[in-house]
């Protein structure tokens, strides 16, 4: 192994692992909250809005990560929507995540005792306040290791943002191996991402451990 493309190319690395870590929290967040919308259309009593939760999930699931960014970085450029690389690379996740997370949500909240909503909407509770108050708290503890899992999927997938020169981590590699050996360049990026999904993973295990014994 040779490192010596660390002394030219180090700011390349760091400003590359920042945006990898700063575009995965921001789709994170992004993912989760649409993630949540569409678990909750998808077990609604409503045909239409059940039919438009489960058209995103098949639709995302079921289409390239990389042709879904294009659209975002091409597609809406051509109808004089200009969104910078960064927020392309979120959105792209986000999307692509989220339908991932709705699925794992509304496992969740299918895994909550139907008594649970009665008793709160006996209580004066609206459908709204009872799934945010009630359900959601619940249902977001039983799927705490798939959401784990698909945030770890969501930082490699990050690296979709090398294609639309996103400055990411391997988009860093990418101007490295120009001018030095693949293999060593390759490797120690596979190692920045490990510095980054071990404590994610690590910290998953904690929460699931820690959730379980408090019931």
């Given amino acids: 192994m040779d490192f010596s493309f660390l002394e030219v190319h180090k700011e390349d690395f760091i400003d590359g692992f920042f945006t990898t870590l700063s575009v995965s929290l921001v789709a994170l967040v992004l993912s989760l909250i649409i993630g949540t919308i569409m ?8 045909k239409i809005l059940r039919g438009i939760g489960t058209a995103y999930v098949e639709f995302f699931r079921n289409t390239p990560i990389i042709i879904q960014v294009f659209f975002f970085y091409f597609g809406l450029a ?51 306040q009872a799934m945010w108050y009630v359900i959601l708290p619940q249902a977001f503890k039983m799927v705490i290791p798939p959401l784990g899992n698909q945030f770890i ?7 979709i943002l090398a294609i639309i020169a ?13 001018n030095y050996d693949v293999t060593s360049v390759y490797v120690f990026v596979a190692l920045l991402y490990l510095v980054i999904t071990i404590p994610l993973s690590i910290g998953v295990n904690y929460l699931e451990k820690r959730w379980s014994k408090q019931g």
Wanted: charged residues 15%; without cysteine.
């Fill in 39 to 46: 678990a909750v259309l998808r077990i609604s009593h409503s």
């Fill in 153 to 159: 999927n969501l930082v490699k997938n990050s690296s």
């Fill in 166 to 178: 996103g400055t990411d981590l391997l988009y860093a590699a990418d101007i490295a191996i120009a």
């Fill in 78 to 128: 051509s109808i004089q929507i200009n969104l910078s690389k960064f927020m392309v690379g979120s959105l792209g996740l986000a999307f692509y995540t989220g339908a991932f997370m709705a699925e794992a949500i509304r496992a969740g909240i299918q895994a909550v005792p139907k008594g649970q909503m009665e008793a709160a909407r006996s209580s004066g509770l609206t459908y709204i």
